[in-house]
C-alpha cells in the first residue's frame, strides 16, 4: 500500500507539472529523491515515462474534437482537412526531438538526468520566460490561429523542444511555449499547440520505454503502473483547464519566478547534503 500511495503522489505531481511550464520530468526525478519507489531500476525508469500517458488522455478527452480528422455529414464520411493540416505540422515539429531521442535516449538520461542538471535548467529557462515575456509586452503577436502556424514556424518550434528532450528540468511545455512566443504566436495558440504536440512525443516516447521494458510486470507493477496514469490523467483534466483560462489575462512570468527559487532550492538543498556527508 506504500508503494501505491507513492503511486499516487508521482500521478498527482506528473499532473501538475506535464502542463505548467515547469518541467514534469525535472520535478519527478527531485521527488524520487525524497520518494524512492520501492522497484528495481529499469522499471522505475520506465514508470517515470509511460505515467506521462495518462496525462496525454487528459488532453485527448479535452481536445478531441480539434484533434479527431473524421466526422459524419449526411451519413458520410467528413475529412477535416484542417485538422489533418493541423497533424502535419505536429509532425514537423516532433521530427527532431523523435531522431534525437531514437539515437540517443539512454546516452542522454545517463549524461543529464541528474539534479544538477534540472536545477540549471530550472533558472535558466525560468530567466527565459520572464525576459521573452517583458520583450512581448512592447509586441502584438502575428499568430492567432493553429492554422496561421507554417511549417517552417512548426520546425522552429520542435528545435525547441529538442532542447527539452536533452535537458531535464527545460520542461517540454516550457520550451514549445518559449519558442511559439519568440515566433510570434499567441499564449493561447501556443499553450494549445503544446497540447496537441505532446500526443505524438508522448506516445512515442512512453512506446520506445515499453517496447525496451518489455512486458514482464509484476502484479504490483501493474497496479503501480495503472493508479500513477490514473490519477495523473484526472488531475491533468483539472490543469489544462486551469492553464486555457489562466493565460486569456496572465502571461508566463509568474512561472518563470517559480522555476528560478525552485532551482535555487533545489541547488541549496544538495549542497547542505553534500556539506553534511
Not at 520530468?25 to 520518494?35: K, P, R, S
Request: glycine share 6%.
Amino acid at each position: 500500500m506504500l508503494e501505491i500511495l507513492k503511486a499516487i503522489i508521482l500521478g498527482i505531481v506528473e499532473g501538475i507539472t506535464e502542463w505548467l511550464p515547469i518541467s514534469s520530468t525535472g520535478h519527478m526525478i527531485l521527488v524520487d529523491e525524497f520518494l524512492h519507489l520501492n522497484v528495481e531500476p529499469e522499471f522505475k525508469s520506465m514508470f517515470l515515462v509511460v505515467i506521462q500517458l495518462g496525462a496525454i488522455l487528459a488532453v485527448v478527452l479535452l481536445f478531441w474534437k480539434k484533434l479527431w480528422p473524421f466526422g459524419i455529414q449526411d451519413k458520410k464520411l467528413l475529412i477535416k482537412k484542417p485538422i489533418f493540416t493541423m497533424w502535419f505540422k505536429v509532425v514537423v515539429s516532433c521530427v527532431p526531438a523523435a531522431i534525437v531521442g531514437l539515437l540517443f535516449d539512454d546516452k542522454l538520461e545517463e549524461l543529464f538526468y541528474n539534479w544538477q542538471t534540472v536545477s540549471v535548467m530550472l533558472i535558466l529557462v525560468g530567466i527565459c520566460f520572464i525576459v521573452i515575456e517583458n520583450i512581448n509586452k512592447k509586441k502584438t503577436p502575428k499568430i492567432h490561429s493553429i492554422a496561421e502556424i507554417t511549417y517552417p514556424v512548426a520546425f522552429y518550434i520542435g528545435l525547441f523542444q529538442l532542447i527539452a528532450a536533452v535537458f531535464p528540468g527545460t520542461s517540454r511545455s516550457g520550451a514549445t511555449i518559449l519558442g511559439a512566443l519568440l515566433l510570434g504566436v499567441s499564449r493561447t495558440v501556443a499553450a494549445e499547440y503544446t497540447f496537441f504536440l505532446a500526443v505524438p512525443v508522448m506516445f512515442g516516447a512512453s512506446a520506445l520505454k515499453l517496447v525496451k521494458y518489455g512486458l514482464d510486470y509484476s502484479g504490483m507493477e501493474i497496479a503501480i503502473l495503472a493508479v500513477g496514469m490514473v490519477v495523473a490523467f484526472a488531475v491533468s483534466v483539472v490543469i489544462i483547464k486551469f492553464l486555457m483560462n489562466y493565460i486569456k489575462k496572465h502571461d508566463f512570468k509568474v512561472f518563470g519566478w517559480y522555476r528560478i527559487v525552485l532551482g535555487a532550492v533545489v541547488i541549496a538543498y544538495f549542497a547542505i547534503r553534500a556539506a553534511m556527508a
